[in-house]
């Protein structure tokens, strides 16, 4: 599976931005999906979760939502309110949907969210 993250950049507070991860190698619907960061000195956190359906979803904050498109093969994370605190690099990740409660085997490179006060 490859995984193609992008949307990342500099916002100041209260901003939006919306990352996207395209996926590959895989039926897409047989995966599911998630969004990480680290931040510098900083352990990497889960951010979002998402089902191979798309019907399940976990959210760090509900400032974020995550959403899939089947269709175009994509995950989405929206982020709203960002906040200096939010800034980290961001992965996206994903395993087979049927493996739940494993690891995310197949991750995506890092897309930089850095939010300015």
């Known amino acids: 599976v490859q995984l193609q993250a992008s949307g990342g950049g500099l916002v100041q507070a209260g901003d939006s931005l919306r990352l996207s991860c395209a996926a590959s190698?895989?039926?897409?619907?047989?995966?599911?999906l998630g969004w990480f960061r680290q931040a510098p000195g900083k352990e990497r956190e889960t951010v979002a979760t998402?089902?191979?359906?798309?019907g399940n979803t976990y959210t760090i904050d509900s400032r974020f939502t995550v959403y899939r498109d089947n269709a175009k093969d994509t995950v989405y994370l929206q982020m709203n309110s960002l906040r200096p605190e939010d800034t980290a690099v961001y992965f996206c990740?994903?395993?087979?949907?049927?493996?739940?409660?494993?690891?995310?085997?197949?991750w995506g490179q890092g897309t930089q969210v850095t939010v300015s006060s």
């Open positions: 990740a994903a395993r087979s949907a049927t493996d739940v409660g494993t690891g995310y085997p197949f």
């Open positions: 190698g895989r039926t897409f619907t047989r995966l599911a």
């Open positions: 998402i089902s191979g359906s798309g």
